[in-house]
Each structure stands twice: as C-alpha cells, then as structure tokens.
C-alpha cells in the first residue's frame, strides 16, 4: 500500500502558484519523498524529490514540514501544460525500496 | 538523448490471445521495470530487471505472464493466454542502476482484451 495520502483532486488557476499537499505521518528516516506527474496518455515522469530540506529545481520546489509528516509540491506558475495526475512517494534511496504509486492528485490548470 | 521506448503504444486483442510488449531503455541504464496500471490507479511494479537478472518478480502473475531481457538492454513482456482482466496500460521504465533516484517511463502500451 501507499505510504502518503493526497486530496484526489484540485483546480488552480493559470498563473497562479499551484500547492498540491501530501501526508506522510509513518514516513521513516531513511525515506525520501518524491513526486511524479503523468500527463494524459505518458508515463509518468519525475520531479522532484528531498529528504529533510526544502528542494527546488527548474519544474517546482518541495516544501517538507520539519516532522517530516507532510509536504506540499509549489508549481510557482501554472500553465495549462501542467494538468496531469501527480503523485507523491516515500521510498528509501538504498536497498531494495520500490517505489509504490497511490492514487496521486489530478491536477486541473482553469484558463 | 532518445528516452524509453515501448512498442506498440496501442492492441487490441480477444481473449486467450497472446500478446507481447517490447521496451528498449535509455542507453547505458542497468535497471529495468515493468508496472502495469489500470484505470485510474497509480502503476503497479511486475517485475525488475538489474542487467539480464529479474531481482524482483513477486508481482507478475507467472501463470500467464512471463518477461525476459537477453543480453541486458532490451525485454519482452508477454501475456498467454490473455484475459478480459489484463486490459491496461503496460509502462516500461529504466534507470541507471537500483539506487538511482529517478526512474525514466516509455509512453506505454495501452492493451484492450475483448
């Protein structure tokens, strides 16, 4: 099963910053968060992952709470190229780890 | 760089059929994954490949499906006989070695047994 639970879906204007949240209340210390998209019809596609501090890169920036027991992925500009499915994992960045894909957010980008 | 490729992005087949997927990865990836994903859920892992050696088939429902990848680069997903059940959407995915961070997705093969 899972080990994070999203809101199935949102709305975000474009433009706007999108802020999809994630809880992850029994993630363990050695566990990374990370977050994947899928577009309609690809497959899904990485974007971001940390472990303790906040992240940022050229598609978003990840903000963990200092327990750890949370996050929110920051789209900083919405585009309607951004409506997909995202998904938020915890998996350890060693050993034999999968990765376990829950039901995600869809993310809906309103013009 | 040319991403994961898979092929056929779409078939259509009736029941007891065979049916076949193929994936070739990223150049230079060690790791290969097969998930399945049904709709409207996230992908489901089948089976890792490290190299020619599948490390973790626990998933993949071996009465019927099977998986190979001679010489390490590209696999064969197969299904014999199909069933109404197995229509979904196969992803194939690869990364540089097991520890990596980021796993690479194909397109995937969207399969509809009738």
């Known amino acids: 099963d899972a080990k994070t639970t999203q809101p199935p879906s949102m709305d975000c204007a474009e433009g706007r910053a999108a802020n999809l949240p994630c809880n992850h209340s029994?993630?363990?210390?050695?566990?990374?968060v990370y977050w994947y998209r899928q577009i309609h019809s690809q497959g899904p596609q990485y974007i971001i992952h940390?472990?303790?501090n906040n992240e940022t890169n050229e598609m978003a920036s990840l903000i963990i709470t200092e327990d750890r027991k949370s996050s929110t992925l920051i789209l900083p500009h919405a585009t309607l190229r951004d409506t997909a499915v995202y998904y938020c994992?915890?998996?350890?960045?060693?050993?034999?780890?999968?990765?376990?894909f829950g039901k995600g957010t869809r993310l809906h980008i309103l013009p | 760089e040319a991403g994961v490729v898979q092929s056929p992005r779409y078939k259509i087949i009736e029941k007891k059929q065979p049916v076949a997927f193929w994936c070739n990865p990223i150049?230079?990836?060690?790791?290969l994954y097969w998930y399945r994903q049904n709709l409207g859920q996230g992908p489901e892992l089948l089976i890792r490949?490290?190299?020619?050696?599948?490390?973790?088939d626990s998933q993949l429902p071996k009465d019927r499906f099977s998986a190979e990848r001679l010489k390490g680069v590209d696999s064969t997903l197969k299904i014999q006989p199909a069933e109404l059940g197995d229509s979904a959407v196969y992803l194939c995915?690869?990364?540089?070695?097991?520890?990596?961070?980021?796993?690479?997705f194909g397109p995937g093969t969207r399969l509809t047994v009738l």
């Open positions: 995915a690869s990364s540089l070695d097991r520890r990596t961070d980021t796993q690479y």
């Open positions: 029994t993630i363990s210390g050695n566990e990374y």
């Open positions: 940390g472990l303790k």
């Open positions: 994992i915890v998996r350890a960045s060693w050993g034999d780890d999968k990765i376990i």
């Open positions: 150049s230079g990836h060690n790791t």
């Open positions: 490949y490290e190299n020619e050696e599948a490390v973790d």
